[in-house]
């Protein structure tokens, strides 16, 4: 019994290392900075709100086998192109954030289709694939936006075009347009506040859902599935300790209270969390979990492979379409060529450090790995501050963590596949 145990502790940690090193890296990093909970917390409701949906982007792609989509930089490219348009014509807000999303759904479709089927001709080498692809769009997106518009296509607007009447600026601003228009709704209806509780309640109403859905999965699915014990039991006292932290905070009236979460914001990365969820239960999550496991036992089994892998595709790139539009609009400004370009990186760091792997990644290790990510790019430059004088140090620290995270993933993943095969030949 006893070794059994310290077999499974072993098996856990040794899958888990990276996460369980950015935990401690990140736990380490917030304790030299410096910072008080009240900026911690507002810097990292801000980066989780505008990172989070791009990251479970990258999920079903790599539920369907075909690693991590560095072609998202794509979606993030028709996202920008479109919100320069929609601002160019003067929707604000909501209503404008909308128009975007539904307007960039086909154009990110389009592109999602045609990149799966250079997927499909480049089978077992799709992440440097979607690499050099995003190398590529970037010379189309770049001709288009510097020679193109207000040229060719015409855009006679002085704020967004350049002084020479063709180009688009090197920098936008969504003031008074879509910045913040998922995140603080009312804005645009003359109430700043609508859907933008501040973060206690927010925690207080997201403890009594989580506490909700855990007794209505327990009643609905079957015994074998349902929670044990222990694991009702860390979440009871998780869920209540959470509570009871944010009444303190309510009762002592702290800085915390200044913190406003932008419910709509979350409500609709909780929808994604939810979509995904019972997508992987649908026939097509189903062949894509297949394919994932094994493309020919997948053909052979009936299974229209490369249309199962480009459907992954168009999902993924639509989805990060999306989530770009989330992340501009909560910035508020972006530059209109340099924006998109570390989209996949970062996204694919993220979740990396959550616990998933080239070959298995789930909402759990999106939604994780963007709060440790984010954690670090938080923490990082003020710890370097502190210990080194400098906080340039910090910022070199996360991007060498951006990089080496991925490679360090890569080369395990590429070591298991040789152990792997080792034991079939033996």
């Known amino acids: 019994m006893l070794q059994g145990r310290m077999a499974s502790a072993r098996s856990f940690l040794v899958r888990n290392m990276v996460t369980i090193m950015f935990l401690v890296l990140s736990a380490v990093g917030y304790k ?3 910072m008080t909970p009240f900026l911690f917390l507002m810097d990292i409701v801000a980066r989780l709100s505008r990172n989070a949906f791009l990251v479970l982007a990258l999920i079903i792609p790599v539920m369907a086998g075909m690693g991590l989509n560095f072609s998202i930089v794509l979606g993030a490219m028709a996202a920008q192109a479109i919100v320069i348009f929609v601002t160019h014509w003067g929707f ?19 592109l999602g289709y045609l990149t799966g ?7 077992g080498q799709e992440m440097i694939a979607g690499l050099i692809l995003g190398y590529f769009a970037q010379g189309i997106y770049e001709l288009v936006f510097l020679q193109l518009v207000g040229g060719i296509i015409p855009m006679d607007n002085s704020t967004i075009i350049m002084s020479s009447g063709v180009g688009v600026r090197t920098t936008i601003d969504l003031t008074n347009g879509l910045k913040y228009g998922l995140d603080w709704p009312g804005q645009y209806w003359g109430n700043d506040l609508l859907l933008r509780p501040t973060l206690p309640w927010a925690i207080i109403g997201m403890a009594v859902a989580l506490a909700v859905g855990i007794v209505i999965y327990q009643l609905r699915v079957d015994k074998r599935q349902r929670l044990g014990s222990t694991q009702l ?14 009444v303190q905070q309510i009762q ?23 979509g995904l969820h019972f997508f992987s239960r649908t026939k097509l999550g189903q062949d ?20 199962v892998r480009i459907a992954a595709i168009i999902l993924s790139m639509v989805m990060a379409a999306w989530g770009h539009i989330i992340f501009l609009q909560n910035i508020g400004t972006f530059s209109t060529y340099g924006s998109h370009e570390q989209v996949g990186l970062y996204s694919a760091a993220a979740l990396l ?12 290790h999106a939604l994780l790995g963007t709060l440790l990510f984010h954690t670090l790019f938080i923490v990082a430059p003020a710890a370097g ?42």
């Open 32 to 34: 030299l900075s410096g």
């Open 92 to 110: 604000a807000g909501l209503p404008g954030i909308l128009l975007s999303m539904a307007l960039v759904t086909p154009l990110a479709a389009i």
């Open 117 to 123: 089927s250079l997927f499909n001709r480049t089978k």
């Open 233 to 246: 039991v860390l979440a009871g006292i998780g869920l209540a300790w959470a509570c009871w932290w944010s």
């Open 252 to 274: 002592a009236r702290t800085q915390i209270n200044w913190i406003r979460v932008p419910l709509l914001t979350w409500l609709v990365i909780a929808g994604a969390c939810v």
């Open 288 to 307: 894509m979990r297949s394919v994932g496991q094994d493309r020919h036992v997948a053909a052979v089994a009936g299974i229209d492979v490369n249309r």
């Open 353 to 364: 450090i959550g616990g998933a792997t080239v070959a298995r990644a789930t909402i759990g």
């Open 385 to 426: 501050r502190q210990l080194f004088g400098d906080a340039q140090i910090g910022e070199y620290f996360r991007v060498f963590v951006a990089y080496g995270i991925i490679g360090i993933t890569l080369a395990m993943h590429a070591w298991k596949q040789i152990l792997q095969r080792r034991s079939v030949d033996q």
